[in-house]
T-cell receptor, first 115, second 115 residues
Framework: AQSVTQLGSHVSVSEGALVLLRCNYSSSVPPYLFWYVQYPNQGLQLLLKYTTGATLVKGINGFEAEFKKSETSFHLTKPSAHMSDAAEYFCAVSEIAEYGNKLVFGAGTILRVKS | DTGVSQDPRHKITKRGQNVTFRCDPISEHNRLYWYRQTLGQGPEFLTYFQNEAQLEKSRLLSDRFSAERPKGSFSTLEIQRTEQGDSAMYLC?????????????FGPGTRLLVL
C-alpha cells in the first residue's frame, strides 16, 4: 500500500530564508508525486508534480522539488520565503491504475513565515 | 477553463439529518473524485467516477454515504443520518484521461459541521 510521510507538522522560517518541506513516500511501483498547497478554508492548488523524466521539478511561485528514488523522497524547496507562502502544504502519491489514479496524501505541513 | 465548483461552501446540520453536496467538474473532465479532509489531516479518498460509472469506493464510505454522477457531468454526495464524526471538509476533484500525467484539480470544498 502506498503511504506518504511528511516530517514536521509545522515549519517556521523567516522571510527571505530557505524553505524546506520534507516528504517521504512508499510505493510498490514507480510513483507519480505531487505537492499541493492549501490556504485557509480553500481547496488544494497544485504546486508541482513528478511523473517521469527530469527528477528536479519546477513549479509555481518559485517552488521546486527533487525526486530521489534511492531515498524515496520528494522534498519541496524554495530559495527565499515570502509572507504569501504561509499556508499548509501536502505531499501526495498516486499509482497509475486501470480505473483512476487516487491520491494518497500526507498529513500536511503548516508553513509559517516570520517577518 | 473554469475551475471545479462545489456547493454549498458551508453546511451546518443537526445530527440525524440528511445532507447533499454538489460538485461541478471542469468541463470535459471525465474523471471525478471525492475526498474527505478532517482537521489536521490530509485529504482521504472516498470514491471515484469515470464518466457516470462509480468505479471505486473507499472503506471510509459507509452505507450512509452515496454518490452519483448521473450524466457524467456534475456529481452529488449525500450523507444520510449524519453523525458528529461526519464533520469535515468534503473536497471534489476532476481530471481527464488520456494523459499519462493525470492531474487532479480540486474545488474549494464543502465544510460540514454536524451539531
Amino acid at each position: 500500500a502506498q503511504s506518504v510521510t511528511q516530517l514536521g507538522s509545522h515549519v517556521s522560517v523567516s522571510e527571505g530564508a530557505l524553505v524546506l518541506l520534507r516528504c517521504n513516500y512508499s510505493s510498490s511501483v514507480p510513483p507519480y508525486l505531487f505537492w499541493y498547497v492549501q490556504y485557509p478554508n480553500q481547496g488544494l492548488q497544485l504546486l508541482l508534480k513528478y511523473t517521469t523524466g527530469a527528477t528536479l521539478v519546477k513549479g509555481i511561485n518559485g517552488f521546486e522539488a527533487e525526486f530521489k528514488k534511492s531515498e524515496t523522497s520528494f522534498h519541496l524547496t524554495k530559495p527565499s520565503a515570502h509572507m504569501s507562502d504561509a499556508a499548509e502544504y501536502f505531499c501526495a502519491v498516486s499509482e497509475i491504475a486501470e480505473y483512476g489514479n487516487k491520491l494518497v496524501f500526507g498529513a500536511g505541513t503548516i508553513l509559517r513565515v516570520k517577518s | 477553463d473554469t475551475g471545479v465548483s462545489q456547493d454549498p461552501r458551508h453546511k451546518i446540520t443537526k445530527r440525524g439529518q440528511n445532507v447533499t453536496f454538489r460538485c461541478d467538474p471542469i468541463s470535459e473532465h471525465n474523471r471525478l473524485y471525492w475526498y474527505r479532509q478532517t482537521l489536521g489531516q490530509g485529504p482521504e479518498f472516498l470514491t471515484y467516477f469515470q464518466n457516470e460509472a462509480q468505479l471505486e469506493k473507499s472503506r471510509l464510505l459507509s452505507d450512509r454515504f452515496s454518490a452519483e454522477r448521473p450524466k457524467g457531468s456534475f456529481s452529488t454526495l449525500e450523507i444520510q443520518r449524519t453523525e458528529q464524526g461526519d464533520s469535515a471538509m468534503y473536497l471534489c476533484a476532476s481530471s481527464r484521461t488520456g494523459l499519462s500525467q493525470e492531474t487532479q484539480y480540486f474545488g474549494p470544498g464543502t465544510r460540514l459541521l454536524v451539531l
